[in-house]
């Protein structure tokens, strides 16, 4: 177990959907990333915040969006739904600003039929 | 442009022998690496890591080696178990920048009986 829980495990939405994906970083971790792994890729890196503020962007879509709140837990909300956007999205935190040794959660699992 | 590359998909080692895990990359700002393991429906798992100042760096039977002038990086597993068995991950990033990791598209290893 990493320390890091991210809600749901499963998706399923039609096109056109809005979705939200949360995650509950490591206790004491103020640095929340997102990732999509879509099929047979590798990780992407989505977007990055460290306690509360945006601190990088990585190849992430207009219709995508995260926030990190005062508890530190994130969501990242994806609207507009397409079916290339069907992917594991995962959420990884660490303690400082750099993404080292990230721990990450165990992914949502997202299906837009 | 894919700045870690990873260009075994897979690889198959029997159980007691050495595994070779491979990983190229093309950013010289990139001064740390690490390795990811991850199982079917999991997160992936931080393994071990090497900074740009050592050219190897060894944690039990897991050793990685770095050659900068090549811009490659290899993990080592001695003796390769069956519970090895999982898709590797190798991923870079620039500390200095706070940088997200970049990361490979993944080798799945096999380790047979």
């Known amino acids: 177990d990493s320390g890091v829980t991210q809600t749901p495990k499963h998706l399923i939405t039609a096109t056109g959907q809005r979705v939200t994906l949360r995650c509950s970083p490591r206790s004491g971790d103020l640095s929340v990333y997102w990732y999509q792994q879509s099929l047979d890729q590798g990780l992407q890196f989505l977007i990055q915040y460290y306690n509360g503020e945006e601190r990088a962007k990585g190849n992430i879509l207009e219709r995508f969006s995260a926030q990190q709140f005062p508890d530190l837990h994130s969501e990242l909300n994806l609207s507009s739904l397409e079916l290339g956007d069907s992917a594991l999205y995962f959420c990884?935190?660490?303690?400082?600003?750099?993404?080292?040794?990230?721990?990450f959660g165990q992914g949502t699992r997202l299906t837009v039929v | 442009d894919q700045q870690v590359k990873q260009n075994s998909p897979s690889l198959s080692v029997q159980e007691g022998r050495i595994s070779i895990l491979n990983c190229d990359y093309t950013n010289s700002m990139f001064d740390y690496f690490l390795w990811y393991k991850k199982y079917p429906a999991e997160g992936p798992t931080f393994l071990i890591s090497i900074s740009s100042i050592k050219d190897k760096n060894e944690d039990g039977r897991f050793t990685v080696f770095l050659n900068k002038s090549a811009k490659h990086l290899s993990l080592h597993i001695v003796p390769s178990q069956p519970g090895d068995s999982a898709v590797y991950f190798c991923?870079?990033?620039?500390?200095?920048?706070?940088?997200?990791?970049?990361f490979g598209t993944g080798t799945r290893l096999q380790v047979t009986l």
């Open positions: 990884a935190s660490s303690v400082l600003g750099a993404n080292t040794e990230a721990f």
């Open positions: 991923a870079a990033t620039h500390t200095g920048t706070a940088s997200k990791l970049t």
